[in-house]
Nanobody
Framework: QVQLAESGGGLVQAGGSLRLSCAASTRTFSNYGMGWFRQAPGKEREFVATINWSGGSTTYANSVKGRFTISRDNAKNTVFLQMNSLKPEDTAVYYC?????????????????WGQGTQVTVSS
């Protein structure tokens, strides 16, 4: 069982930045592909970014490409999401997820473990 805890959300003005962190409670963190997803009110949970086990491969949703960066520190069992040039449409609850497939995935159905989420609100 893997427990995930997100932090770093908050309220920011459009154009600002936030850095989300997700700490995992497992000794085998490097076995997992990791992902960030988000869910706005009334909408389905959508893919944001994923990273493979080593950090050497990343994939982004088109809506965040060039603005967001996913990274991981396997020594600290933590995955990060650096969000720059934030827009009001980025407002959502952001979730990190760990999957049994070490390569990472854009599909939420490939992930076995989820955090509780952290709220990100971007004001215009």
């Amino acid at each position: 069982q893997v427990q995930l805890a997100e932090s770093g959300g908050g309220l920011v003005q459009a154009g600002g930045s936030l850095r989300l962190s997700c700490a995992a409670s497992t000794r085998t963190f490097s076995n997992y592909g990791m992902g960030w997803f988000r869910q706005a009110p009334g909408k389905e949970r959508e893919f944001v970014a994923t990273i493979n086990w080593s950090g050497g491969s990343t994939t982004y949703a088109n809506s965040v490409k060039g603005r967001f960066t996913i990274s991981r520190d396997n020594a600290k069992n933590t995955v990060f999401l650096q969000m720059n040039s934030l827009k009001p449409e980025d407002t959502a609850v952001y979730y990190c997820a760990a999957g049994g497939w070490a390569g990472g995935s854009t599909s939420r159905y490939e992930y076995d473990y989820w955090g509780q989420g952290t709220q990100v609100t971007v004001s215009s």
